[in-house]
């Protein structure tokens, strides 16, 4: 929250009578630059609470935490139960998504900056805030180690897409696979031409390639992986990883959207 707090505070809200579009932007806005009613939004959100429950859990007196309350029912953000508790709307619930993901970007912006996200596409753009429970790693070793051992504690699938194939995994990988392992592979189109399937990666049986593979991302059944490359084309190890459903699953989603737009990698790229 400190991150989006910081820019809300500096935002200029502007209104213009005669629009009512930026009029309800600035409305919302205006709400949420507060920090009090920001944080009693996402609470509600996790679970519905009466107003002294509020209260307590944010360290606030009733009088103060009812007069944010009723600035948020008036923004249609939160309403009242019948049972006395408060809860998000929709409005509210979708308004918090996109929030989250605003709220990401901002809290981890020294990374963004130095990264290239044009890669990605708008829908998982929208969807960042769900790698808000990541681990960002900023140290390249140390991510390559965590990497190694996603891939030793995976039970179900690795899915992977990388510039190149890491040949400390291989063994790991080869013994997996013999077990029924599902392993999926990406890798850029140019490199996959000058590469000679050899015995060892005759597992690859899925794999495929793509012009150009502008990050390196790994899933699998317990954990996942992301990093991107820097805006000077470099690839980049330091990124994201967790263990959080949502990061998997928005990790796998992202690798399927690639896979069904790769092209099979054949032996030698020939038919």
């Known amino acids: 929250m400190t991150s989006l707090r910081k820019i809300l505070d500096r935002c200029e809200i502007i209104t213009t009578p005669n629009n009512e579009d930026e009029e309800e932007i600035s409305k919302v806005l205006f709400e949420l630059a507060s920090n009090r009613r920001a944080s009693i939004l996402f609470e509600v959100e996790k679970k519905s609470l009466k107003m002294q429950q509020i209260a307590k859990s944010l360290d606030m007196n009733v009088t103060e935490t009812f007069r944010h309350l009723q600035r948020l029912s008036n ?39 130095g990264h290239d996200v044009s890669c ?73 031409r000058t590469i000679k399937i050899t015995p060892e990666f005759e597992h690859l049986k ?22 991107l490359r820097r805006h000077s084309g470099e690839t980049d190890y330091i990124g994201f990883i967790g263990k959080n459903e949502r990061f998997r699953k928005w990790t796998r989603d992202l690798f399927n959207y690639y896979w069904e737009r790769a092209e099979p990698w054949y032996r030698g790229m020939q038919k």
């Open 206 to 227: 899925q794999r495929k390639s793509l012009g150009r593979v502008c990050l390196t991302l790994l899933v699998t059944d317990k954990e996942a992986s992301i990093s």
């Open 75 to 113: 923004a249609k953000l939160v309403e009242k139960q019948v049972d006395g508790t408060y809860a998000t709307t929709s409005l509210g619930t979708l308004t918090i998504g996109l929030l989250s993901s605003l709220n990401f970007v901002l809290k981890h912006g020294n990374f963004f900056l």
């Open 120 to 192: 990605l596409p708008y829908e998982f753009v929208n969807r960042l805030g769900e790698l808000e429970d990541a681990e960002f790693c900023g140290d390249t070793v140390t991510t390559l180690n965590r990497v190694r051992e996603i891939v030793c504690e995976a039970n179900e699938y690795i899915w992977t897409m990388a510039e190149q194939v890491d040949s400390t995994n291989v063994n790991t990988v080869n013994e997996q696979v013999a077990k029924g392992l599902d392993f999926r592979f990406i890798m850029q189109e140019e490199l996959a």
